[in-house]
């Protein structure tokens, strides 16, 4: 059986606002069910361990999905979210690929994260399927390719957009605009309507535009381990 690693934030400030957020419900649910679903055994992890934040605005009425709702039902999903493992116990060798869910609150832990960087380029490294959602490419801005050239490079990529940023007014509160470093970074970057479900894929490497694109991105991920 193939084994997904997920890597969550464990960070809940959304900079120095004193705000909380965290990572993103629906972006970790609908591929935790699509995932499952298909077979695949799933592996939770997050640089603290233990239960990783959820971003409150993510748990409001209007930001509930069908996965959203299966979780609230789900005892045994709940528990493994309650008891991730530390990041620092995980060996890539153990795992077949890895997803990062969104959220805001991996600009602040996850991109600057030494375990986290080393981890994506030893899964690329050996050409294992990365796969990111939302604000979640964002930890794609250290991690290098085996020729120390930035591992988005020359890559079609996604994530989430300047104007989305704009619309939810965080643009001056986040630490980098992710849009803006993709390109930066030499990805080929694009984009479709803000919210609209969005995901692309370049050989191993999976990014996916928006919560919305969640679904699409745990698809790609799924077909890639299967063929």
Not at 80 to 102: C, M, Q, R, W
Not at 185 to 201: F, H, L, M, R, T
Request: glycine fraction near 8%.
């Amino acid at each position: 059986m193939k084994n997904i690693l997920f890597v969550i934030t464990s960070n809940d400030q959304l900079g120095d606002t004193g705000n909380k957020t965290g990572f993103w419900i629906e972006e970790f649910a609908a591929p935790y069910y699509n995932l499952k679903d298909a077979g695949f055994e799933l592996t939770l992890a997050s640089p603290k361990g233990g239960q990783p934040p959820i971003d409150p605005n993510s748990e409001t009425e209007d930001a509930q999905t069908e996965a959203t709702k299966r979780f609230d039902m789900d005892k045994e999903a709940q528990t493994l979210l309650a008891n991730t493992h530390k990041l620092n116990d995980i060996k890539e060798s153990d795992y077949d690929a890895v997803f990062y869910p969104g959220g805001h609150g991996v600009l602040w832990d996850l991109v600057e994260d030494r375990i986290s960087i080393k981890l994506i380029e030893a899964f690329n490294a050996n050409k294992k399927p990365v796969a990111f959602v939302c604000h979640a490419p964002a930890v794609l801005k250290h991690p290098k390719t085996t020729e120390g050239k930035p591992l988005v490079s020359g890559k079609k990529v996604t994530g989430f957009t300047n104007q989305e940023e704009e619309a939810v007014q965080l643009s001056k509160i986040v630490p980098f605009l992710l849009e803006d470093m993709l390109i930066e970074n030499g990805g080929v970057y694009s984009k479709i309507e803000d919210w609209k479900p969005y995901a692309v894929e370049d050989g191993n490497l999976i990014t996916g535009q928006n919560p919305a694109s969640s679904e699409k991105v745990a698809e790609l991920l799924a077909k890639q381990l299967i063929n």
